[in-house]
């Protein structure tokens, strides 16, 4: 069995382009408008040696009242389905209260979670990234998955153990 990878997060934080970078392929739609990716998705990835299944998923709006509305659907599903979660913010819009009950819910789980600040290409990554230390989950990792940036180091790190 390969590890299962999801991706979570509001929608545009980037996890279509990770998924797309993750699986080479062009199967999760990128777009500029939020929520498009209305199903869960599955890839498969190769980083080196290292195979897995990665999902990706269409996103929590945070307009929902409630957080287990907010953590609806796929999205709640893809986490269970999952032996690790890559809980995606955006390096550039900062914390949102979405961000917060999604954070919330995952500090519940007992899933390895990993906090990935994406969109860190040409600011200034460790200030920006600072106030995501206080979702409470441990490390900020820092990518920038349109170009690639900390992707691998990241991904190594979720993997570790499996
Ligand atoms: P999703 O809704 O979370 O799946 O987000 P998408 O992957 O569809 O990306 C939303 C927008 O963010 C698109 O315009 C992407 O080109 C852009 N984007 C994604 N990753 C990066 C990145 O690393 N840097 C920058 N500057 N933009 C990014
Ligand atoms: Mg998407």
Not at 63 to 83: K, N, T
Not at 108 to 123: M, P, R, S, W, Y
Not at 148 to 158: C, F, H, N, P, Y
Request: net charge negative.
């Amino acid at each position: 069995m390969l590890p299962v990878i999801a991706l979570v997060g509001r929608p545009n934080v980037g996890k279509s382009t990770l998924f797309n970078r993750l699986t080479r392929t062009r199967d999760a739609l990128v777009a500029d408008f939020p929520g498009l990716t209305r199903d869960r998705k599955y890839g498969q990835a190769k980083i080196d040696e290292d195979e897995f299944i990665v999902i990706d998923t269409g996103g929590i709006t945070g307009d929902e009242e409630g957080l287990d509305a907010v953590m609806a659907g796929q999205s709640l599903l893809a986490i269970d389905e999952a032996d690790a979660v890559l809980f995606m913010v955006d390096a550039r819009v900062g914390m949102m209260v979405a961000d917060q009950a999604i954070a919330e819910h995952l500090r519940k789980q007992e899933k390895k979670v990993f906090l990935v600040a994406n969109k860190t290409d040409g600011i200034d990554a460790d200030s920006a990234c600072a106030e995501f230390y206080g979702l409470g989950l441990g490390e900020v990792y820092h990518i920038a998955a349109a170009h690639g940036k900390g992707v691998r180091q990241m991904i190594d790190t979720a993997l570790d153990g499996f």
